[in-house]
Every structure is written in C-alpha cells, then in structure tokens.
C-alpha cells in the first residue's frame, strides 16, 4: 500500500509539474522548444582556460530528439549535431570538447543503441528509435582539416579551406559564437537559416530546459545562468507576428511558431567598489536577414554588418542619463559609433559604451536603424546579461530585465538631454 501511495504521490507531482504556467511573448525560464546559449568564448590555446559549457535537459517523460547549431558571432552557421535524450535525460556539454578536440556528444536512440549503453534509460524514462538517426548517431569525431576551418572562422581569421571569413576579427584568438537547440523529429543535416527546410524537422515539444556555464580555470573564475528558454505556441505564434526564426522565413513567415525576444532591456552595471574588475554585458541581437560567409577583405556580412541600434542610455543612481542619439541624414559635422555591431558579442560599460558613471544601470533598444525585409520593421529581437568581476576573486552573471517585446515593442525615445 506505502508503494501504490507513493506512486499516486509521484504520478500527480508529475502531472503538476507539466503545467508550465507560461505566458507566450515573456521570455520566462520554463521548458521550451528552443534553447538559446547566447554566447560562448573559449580560449582554444589554453587548456586550463576559458571555455562555455551548456546542459540540454529534458523535462518529459519522453524520448526526444535535439538538433545543435553552433553559430559564429556574425550569425554564419558553422556545425550542426543532433541529441538524443530519453525521457527526463540531461547531456552536459564542453564546447572545448566539440570545438578544439572535435569529439561531439556520444548519444543514440534505441535502434542505434541495441545494449542500451550509449543513452542508457532510467526507469521512467521512455527510450523508442530514430530511424533517421542510424548511421548518424552516435556521431565519430570531426576531422582535423574541418576543426582547423572551424578554428579560424570563430576567431574571425581566414578559412584554410574555404578561403573566407565568418566571424569578428577581433585578433585575440578567441573563439566566439552562440548556439540554438531544438526540438526536431528526425536527425538532419539542416541550419535553421535554410527556413522552410528546417521547419519539416521543427516540433513544438516545450520539454527542453538548460544552462549556460562560462568557466575559466587559469583566473579563479566561474558563473552561470539559464539558457534562453524559448517556447513553441502553433496557435498563436502566427503571421504576420515577429517569431525567433521570423528573418529566415519570409516565404512562410512564422511557421517555426517561437516565441519573440525583447527589442529593449535593461541591467544594471558596477564599475568599482567590490568588484574592481567592472562590468561587461553579454549581448545578443537578431541580425536583419540571413548572413553567410564573406570575403575577408569586409569586416562582416555585407548584408547587414555593422547593426545599428535605437537608443543606448546609461543612468547613474541619482537618475541622470547620458546617451549617444544616431547621426541624422545628411548631417556631416555627425560622427556616430557603432558600438554593439555583431549578433553577439562581450562589451564593455566603461571601455566600449564609455559610461562616465562606476554604479548605474543601463537602457538598450536595439532595433535596428534600417528595416527587416522580413517584416518591414525594425524590430530585431535580442538578449542581456550582465556580467560583474572583481578581478582574480569572484564574478557573477545576471540576466537583463525584459522592457517589451518584439511583438509589443517600445516605439518611444528617451527625451535625453
């Protein structure tokens, strides 16, 4: 009896847990349908230091199947893979390991893993097979000629195999991207920039959920924070709205059925006191259109780079604003700077945004300054984390405070002075 009770128990704490009490357009941490790890560095020439890990969990019962893309920080896709998770699995993964060393997650579906070593099941886990993934998983390493061309595009230098370029030439030989994970129902070879193709594979199981790890041995630092949880909703995620996938699906706009991000966040910022190291915001932005590969001689995708923004303000604590308003046309004593141009990147209050205050808070619109072909508006999506660091002794990361959203965007200008 003390077991059937228990199982009543654990059946109705199950069917409590599946009610996820989300709202649609609110970025919330819940389980999703995507997963954004909306940056990672990795130091590739040090073993002991920086790198970014991810968890990828699932939070049903069943069995489901994850497809990875790792994209540069010009938002250029440069390796897929998929995951295999059975029912309430997690698979933790060092993008060390996938990057440098080329040696992918070992998972497989029930077909693939016949004495149930690779994706072992627990005893309310569902384990069924893939038929797609035979001979796909588990994957073999990535050879050493493709981990050199993935070297040199995510650290913005020349392919030695293609001869172009896909990332920000930063110079400092670190590696740097981000990286979406979906639910899909078969493996495939796809990126979701090839639009309508990858929507055959996309499924709306909101049963993913995760974090994101930035760990660098050699400094005594770590932190962490959730992924970017981003539901699926067939029902009201429907054209003519703004979706995560929207710029890559003007011939079926909004099929992928994602929910939006934000156009506008804010997050505070400490440059002194306890945390010498100052402060230094993780920012994600959605570019304009589709990027691809580009020759070398550019600083980025011809077709969007460099991304302009609405409004940056910084405040100080007693509320007074600075900001940098864009050029108005035809203004020539007007000289504006870019100073968050790529998808992702890592930048600095003090160094980049150039803030005059140690302690405040910062407002950022970035929709962008020209229109999205695939909407007729400019309103692009993003993320915020701001990162906190006093050097060589602790760090933390907090996620940014959402103001509105790319469905509901802020339209207004802070009337700065």
């Keep these: 009896m003390k077991k059937l009770a228990l199982s009543f128990a654990l059946l109705a704490l199950f069917a409590l847990g599946g009610q996820s009490f989300a709202l649609i357009g609110t970025i919330d941490n819940v389980p999703a349908a995507t997963l954004l790890v909306p940056y990672f560095e990795i130091d590739p020439a040090n073993a002991t230091g920086l790198t970014t890990l991810f968890s990828v969990n699932n939070a049903s019962a069943t069995a489901v199947l994850v497809h990875a893309t790792v994209w540069s920080d010009q938002s250029v896709p440069v390796l897929d893979f998929d995951i295999y998770l059975t029912g309430y699995d997690v698979q933790t993964v060092n993008l060390r390991d996938v990057l440098v060393a080329g040696l992918l997650p070992q998972t497989a579906s029930a077909g693939q893993d016949g004495g149930d070593k690779i994706s072992p099941k627990g005893p309310v886990s569902q384990d069924i097979n893939f038929a797609s993934c035979s001979g796909v998983l588990p994957p073999g390493p990535l050879g050493a000629g493709f981990r050199a061309h993935l070297l040199a595009w995510l650290t913005g230098n ?48 909101n049963v993913l959920w995760g974090d994101v790890i930035y760990v660098n041995p050699s400094q005594n630092f770590a932190t962490a924070q959730p992924a970017v949880h981003i539901e699926a909703d067939p029902v009201t995620m429907v054209a003519p709205l703004h979706t995560f996938y929207g710029r890559y699906l003007q011939l079926a706009p909004a099929t992928d059925h994602r929910e939006a991000l934000p156009t506008t966040m804010a997050s505070r910022f400490v440059n002194g006191g306890g945390f010498s190291g100052g402060t230094s915001l993780i920012v994600w932005r959605e570019a304009n259109q589709s990027a691809t590969s580009y020759s070398c001689n550019l600083q980025g995708p011809p077709s969007w780079y460099p991304l302009g923004s609405t409004q940056i303000a910084l405040f100080d604590e007693q509320e007074h604003p600075v900001t940098t308003q864009p050029c108005q046309s035809g203004d020539p004593t007007c000289s504006s700077t870019i100073t968050i141009p790529n998808e992702t990147q890592r930048v600095s209050v003090a160094d980049d945004l150039l803030s005059p205050f140690q302690f405040g808070w910062v407002y950022l619109n970035l929709q962008h300054s020209g229109l999205s072909p695939a909407y007729a508006d400019n309103f692009a999506q993003m993320w915020l984390i701001s990162n906190m660091t006093a050097s060589g002794q602790y760090e933390v990361d907090i996620d940014g405070v959402q103001l509105d959203n790319a469905n509901r965007p802020i339209v207004s200008i802070i009337p700065v002075p």
């Design 158 to 205: 020349k392919s030695p195999t293609t001869g172009d370029c896909a990332g920000a030439k930063t110079g400092d030989g670190i590696m740097r991207g981000y990286v979406t994970l979906d639910t899909v129902n078969s493996c495939n070879k796809f990126f979701p920039s090839d639009g309508i193709a990858y929507n055959t594979v996309l499924t709306y199981q």
